[in-house]
């Protein structure tokens, strides 16, 4: 049932999708030489919830999933990093009715709508606002904070146009095409 806040299935979606997002962040990532930077497979999955239930979960999930994996795994929050994760998925999640994923189309089209959003917000969230909120919130050298965020950036938009337009193109393929069933 859905009313004027989030459906069930979205929140459900929510949890699972936070749940998910700590273990990927956590068992499925490659270190980078960076310190602390790793290359991190959860940015494809939280780009696909951010297109499967729009940019509120995107950013949740983000959110939730992050701040999580960093407090079981790390024992601490680095809260600059958890609210881009946060914004990263609401960025993506903005484009989830252009893209309309249910149709069951995930074309060229839509591929390079995805790409050019992910590139977007991974730009602006771990180029720009990540290394800021560090030298704002931790006072950490300039130096060292943008050289984490350039490769974090660039590692999540290669990770999320391969392996994200991957679960895409295949979550596509799972849905039933409109105008596809025809009586016989």
């Known amino acids: 049932m859905k009313g004027n806040g989030l459906s069930i299935k979205t929140i459900v979606a929510i949890g699972i999708g936070s749940a998910v ?13 960076i310190p602390n930077t790793e290359i991190q ?10 297109i499967v239930f729009g940019p509120v979960a995107g950013g949740l999930i983000g959110l939730i999933g992050h701040a999580l994996k960093d407090a079981i795994f ?22 989830a009715k252009k893209i309309n994923i249910e149709a069951g189309v995930f074309g060229s089209k839509q591929i390079i709508s995805f790409n050019i959003t992910q590139i977007i917000a991974q730009v602006i969230g771990w180029g720009l606002i990540a290394p800021t909120l560090d030298i704002l919130i931790y006072a950490e050298p300039a130096n060292k904070v943008y050289t984490q965020g350039i ?19 295949a979550y596509a ?12």
């Open 173 to 184: 393929k799972t849905r039933v095409q409109s105008g596809s069933l025809k009586a016989e």
């Open 151 to 169: 490769v974090a950036g660039l590692s999540n938009i290669v990770t999320v146009g391969v392996l994200g337009t991957l679960l895409l193109i």
């Open 74 to 95: 790390y024992g601490g929050v680095w809260w600059s990093w958890v609210l881009v994760s946060m914004i990263v998925g609401f960025l993506i999640g903005l484009i």
């Open 21 to 33: 997002f700590v273990i990927l962040g956590r068992f499925a990532s490659i270190p980078t030489g």
């Open 41 to 50: 497979s959860a940015y494809a999955f939280l780009a696909l919830m951010a």
